[in-house]
């Protein structure tokens, strides 16, 4: 009878606690978009990355006489 003196209040003070931190979080933004980040890396998104620009017809002429110097 005497444990429940201590672990009452010690349980109240628990329960509490993880509502302070709950709302804190919740006001400082952690639980604002859960859906968007997800859902983002599945979309393809290419924009962003340059495709490589074809080799010049100059270019590609220099390595064909350099392949055809290079000894086998």
């Known amino acids: 009878m005497e444990a429940l003196y201590l672990l009452i209040p010690l349980s109240i003070a628990v329960v509490f606690g993880a509502i302070w931190i709950f709302f804190r979080m919740s006001d400082s933004g952690q639980f604002d978009d859960m859906l968007g980040p997800a859902l983002r890396i599945l979309q393809d998104d290419d924009s962003g990355v340059a495709a490589a620009p074809a080799p010049s017809a100059a270019a590609q002429q ?6 055809q110097r290079k000894p086998h």
């Open 62 to 67: 220099d390595s064909d006489v350099a392949a």
